[in-house]
């Protein structure tokens, strides 16, 4: 093989070692060249929660971020219990504060707690969502329910699928407000506002809608998940880290930093976990006004929904409602909701990556066959089979070619020797002997750059879908998206001590039992490869297979049974492509008997 082709095959290799740390490693080595999205700076003021027609708000938004984030009232609860959810909400402005995720545990033990998604003010993290309502013209702050207001219950006091509860309160000048508060079977409440005038003069008031996350919550920390804010506005999407607000830290006193974006016909925006969100969605086709708000003073995190200003008669009456998603980051019913609900691009809320336009086709197979099948692990085998199929067409010729260059090499060390030091005369015949032999050395590579892609995307499934959390194949791999947690330390499980702590440097050093497989299967799939003629060439890829059997060690297992899976059908597939050109190796890369003694080319060419 040519130096340049050599050099051609090392380069793919190493740039995908680097594009592999890149993605992994890179925003912890250099995180100044990852920016995180900027968010616009632009100040919350009193004007703008108006329409241009209506006149302004007595309480300013920045009133009702206040109020959001004060204690409440000792309260009255009610229960909500719904298949999905358990919890309550207080009657201290009607705010969702306290909600766990049924059929959802903190860790793989089934006697764990359940995962709490909303807690209270006066419980570690508080996090919760609150409505209320800001004053116009001729109304004080205090003739609104606020996130601090005492409601009164009407009737039901267990909020279920089956029975929505509705709370009313009422001010000295003639306002009646009520609210009906409902759930459906996953995670999606409704919260509709009504407010009747019986007064005499018209009153003007203006909605909204605000999730508020004090502190910040315990984060995954790499660069492969969104953990943050979460929209879309008017068709755009945007993601922006808990980092990024403190940028909006301004001096006491003065005007509540915020980002605001307007939206004229679709959207919602809310906080995105790992594998859970708890998102405001506006009545979709209505105009509203998106706000990201941070309280430095209170160290709180805001994501806000703001509609317009409502003029109500004397005698009149005005209805807003705005849903609330507080769960799961279901594919199938995020995706039901985008479908059959109209929520527009509901489903970008989950973190697709870069390769959007892989990783959504791979992971909708992947869960139409663990559908089918009924065990994640085998589904991702069966995907990897789907996906080697795929590429067939492709990687055969890449094997033809590289059966082709493996009977090449005897004549390739001929030429050498005859050469001796002189490069121009060794490059000349070589590229006399490929044209002779209809040989295309780079083809070889076809199989590495196609990998990238579909490795990260695969990455990006594994690493990011909530259908892979704790999601089991066999035996001790009871979480695919976890690293393996046996360990050569006390011989997967046959010494009587535990194996360290998963992720630890033990752990790391003492590998599992998938990473060696992976290891062995890397340098099986390697021998079937023409080896480069450089003796350094040769050592690095001779300690490929090991460094990435150390490297892959951290990563989730279900992405390690991928590669394994891959390897051992792309060992299949090139051992016997290359068999049927004439070509049979053993594992060590020698070709067997029935291939004819080569002559080197310049041999051919004396006896011409």
């Known amino acids: 093989m040519d130096d340049q082709n050599k050099n051609l095959i090392l380069a793919t290799v190493l740039s995908f070692l680097v594009i592999l740390g890149w993605f992994v490693g890179g925003p912890m080595l250099f995180p100044q060249w990852f920016p995180e999205e900027p968010l616009a700076q632009q100040s919350a003021t009193p004007e703008a929660a108006a329409t241009t027609d209506a006149a302004p708000l007595t309480a300013a938004p920045e009133t009702a971020a206040t109020a959001a984030t004060e204690p409440a009232p000792d309260a009255p609860r009610l229960t909500i219990d719904t298949p999905k959810l358990s919890g309550s909400l207080s009657l201290a402005g009607g705010r969702i504060d306290d909600l766990h995720l049924k059929g959802y545990r903190e860790t793989v033990d089934p006697t764990s707690p359940e995962v709490r998604l909303l807690s209270p003010i006066g419980k570690e993290h508080p996090y919760y969502a609150v409505f209320g309502w800001l004053a116009g013209n001729g109304l004080d702050p205090a003739d609104v329910p606020d996130a601090k207001t005492l409601w009164s219950v009407v009737g039901n006091t267990t909020l279920s699928p089956d029975a929505p509860v509705t709370l009313q309160w009422q001010n000295t000048k003639g306002l009646t407000f009520t609210r009906t508060l409902s759930v459906d079977p996953d995670f999606m409440f409704t ?96 105009p509203w006004k998106a706000i990201a708000r941070y309280v430095p ?265 991928y590669w394994i899976t891959n390897n051992t059908i792309t060992f299949v597939q090139q051992y016997l492509i290359m068999a049927s050109h004439g070509s049979r190796p053993d594992i060590f890369g020698n070709i067997k008997a029935g291939v004819k003694k080569p002559v080197a080319v310049s041999d051919k060419a004396k006896k011409k």
């Open 191 to 286: 919260v509709t506002d009504k407010v009747a005038n019986a007064g005499t003069a018209e009153a003007r008031l203006a909605p909204y809608g605000i999730v508020a996350r004090h502190g910040l919550p315990k984060l995954k920390g790499t660069y492969v998940v969104h953990e943050g804010l979460v929209r879309r506005t008017d068709g755009t999407f945007g993601e922006v880290k808990y980092s990024n607000f403190s940028d909006f830290s301004i001096p006491d006193g003065e005007t509540l930093p915020a980002e605001e974006m307007d939206a004229q016909t679709d959207g919602w925006i809310g906080f995105t976990d790992h594998y859970w969100m708890t998102t405001l969605v506006p009545e979709q086709g209505k």
């Open 297 to 561: 003073q209170s160290d709180i995190y805001q994501a806000e929904v703001h509609h317009d200003v409502m003029a109500i008669a004397p005698g009149g009456n005005a209805e807003v409602s705005t849903q609330l998603y507080a769960g799961a980051k279901e594919w199938e019913t995020i995706r039901s909701y985008q479908d059959d609900a109209g929520i527009a691009g509901f489903i970008d809320s989950i973190d697709w990556g870069w390769f959007y336009f892989l990783t959504k086709p791979i992971f909708a197979l992947l869960h139409w066959l663990h559908g089918m099948i009924g065990n994640m692990g085998f589904a991702i085998m069966a995907l990897t089979l789907v996906l080697k199929l795929l590429v067939l067409p492709l990687a055969y010729k890449s094997y033809v070619s590289m059966a082709r260059m493996k009977e090449l090499q005897p004549e390739m060390e001929a030429l050498k020797e005859r050469a001796g030091e002189d490069k121009q005369k060794l490059q000349k015949e070589m590229m006399q002997l490929y044209k002779e032999k209809k040989v295309n050395p780079a083809a070889g590579c076809l199989p590495v750059l196609i990998q990238i892609p579909i490795f990260y995307a695969l990455f990006k499934v594994i690493s990011n879908t909530l259908e892979l959390r704790q999601a089991s194949f066999f035996g001790w791999l009871n979480d695919l998206s976890a690293p393996d947690s046996s360990s050569l330390y006390n011989l997967f499980g046959l010494l009587p001590w535990d194996a360290p702590a998963t992720g630890s440097l033990t752990h790391l050093i003492f590998l599992g039992i998938l990473p060696i497989i992976l290891g062995v299967t890397m340098w099986l799939q390697q021998k079937l490869n023409p080896a480069p003629a450089d003796p350094v060439q040769q050592q690095i890829f001779a300690w490929m297979p090991w460094v990435f059997m150390f490297m892959m060690s951290s990563f989730a297992s279900g992405l390690i049974i």
